[in-house]
T-cell receptor, first 114, second 113 residues
Framework: KAGVTQTPRYLIKTRGQQVTLSCSPISGHRSVSWYQQTPGQGLQFLFE???????NKGNFPGRFSGRQFSNSRSEMNVSTLELGDSALYLC?????????????FGPGTRLTVL | KQEVTQIPAALSVPEGENLVLNCSFT??????LQWFRQDPGKGLTSLLLIQSSQREQTSGRLNASLDKSSGRSTLYIAASQPGDSATYLCAVDYGGSQGNLIFGKGTKLSVKP
């Protein structure tokens, strides 16, 4: 059974640009959550999608947005990039909504903003 | 504020030792608690999931316990090996409307040969 996949694995962007990250969940999983990981703040919740609907959103500015497609694949977009957006972005998939079920994480996308 | 704390932040042990990693949470009304392992620059690997109705879970050399009344969970690693070296993260689902995991900052474990 294939795990959670994320593309691209690495990205280098400059301030002001925008970026789109992709996450494909484990087959059959309908919940996809996104997290930002930085050395200072650790892992912080961005948002969760379940059956194409955003269920929850963390405390991040509106520059961070996402969506989920009918095949459960999810994308997150960050507009007007800032230096502080440099981080490892992780997505997790689960069979059920919220944190109720076991969460399975992808390898992450390392975003560097110059 | 719902928080998760992991102490110590780093731990170094010789190979073969049994060890315990600690996780504490501020609200006993949790839905479940999950332990993860993260290797440098990599994603998270799920180790054990404990539902709020359970007291412990075991997988191979790993045993995780949950004490909601004291707001604590421990991850016990038996007969540690150099391959166990990684950062171990504890995450709590506090339930309610949020439905997302709250993570501790992790314990960085180094097992010396």
């Amino acid at each position: 059974k294939a795990g959670v996949t994320q593309t691209p694995r690495y990205l280098i962007k400059t301030r002001g640009q925008q970026v789109t990250l992709s996450c494909s969940p484990i087959s059959g999983h309908r919940s996809v959550s996104w997290y930002q990981q930085t050395p200072g703040q650790g892992l912080q919740f961005l948002f969760e999608y379940f059956s194409e609907t955003q269920r929850n959103k963390g405390n991040f500015p509106g520059r961070f947005s996402g969506r989920q497609f009918s095949n459960s694949r999810s994308e997150m977009n960050v507009s007007t990039l800032e230096l502080g957006d440099s981080a490892l972005y992780l997505c997790a998939s689960s069979l059920v909504a919220g944190g109720r079920g076991e969460q399975f994480f992808g390898p992450g996308t390392r975003l560097t903003v110059l | 504020k719902q928080e998760v704390t992991q102490i110590p932040a780093a731990l170094s042990v010789p190979e073969g030792e049994n060890l315990v990693l600690n996780c504490s949470f501020t609200d006993s009304a949790i839905y479940n608690l999950q332990w993860f392992r993260q290797d440098p620059g990599k994603g998270l690997t799920s180790l054990l999931l404990i539902q709020s109705s359970q007291r412990e879970q075991t997988s191979g050399r790993l045993n995780a316990s949950l004490d909601k009344s004291s707001g604590r969970s421990t991850l016990y690693i038996a007969a540690s090996q150099p391959g166990d070296s990684a950062t171990y993260l504890c995450a709590v689902d506090y339930g309610g409307s949020q439905g997302n995991l709250i993570f501790g900052k992790g314990t960085k474990l180094s097992v010396k040969p």
